[in-house]
């Protein structure tokens, strides 16, 4: 368990915790609607997300998007996966920089 872990058993138990780990979280787009539930998932103690966006970081986004200024350019999903792990190091992340289609939603939000 890391810090962030320690600080987060202070107000959800253990149990609920690792209960909330077991979960898998996948998330279909990365702006700003996505990157913000991403942050708040992993603040509540989920660890195991996909995120999927084809998008990057354009000056627009910082008003309204976990994202800054020195991101500007990067993938999205390259992006938040970094922001993600400066808050819990230990997360699993799956990250997908391709575009959401009828083809592809099975196979990647498929588990």
Do not use: T, W
């Amino acid at each position: 368990m890391n810090n962030f872990e320690h600080g987060l058993v202070k107000y959800i138990d253990h149990e609920r915790l690792e209960k909330l780990q077991k979960i898998k979280v996948g998330i279909a787009g990365a702006g700003g609607l996505g990157s913000n539930c991403a942050f708040n998932l992993v603040r509540s103690g989920f660890k195991k997300i996909k995120i999927v966006d084809f998008d990057v970081v354009e000056p627009s986004n910082l008003n309204r998007q976990f994202y800054f200024i020195d991101q500007i350019g990067m993938p999205k999903v390259e992006a938040l996966k970094k922001n993600l792990e400066r808050i819990n190091p230990d997360l699993e992340l799956e990250i997908f920089q391709l575009k959401i289609n009828a083809e592809n939603i099975i196979e990647l939000f498929g588990d």
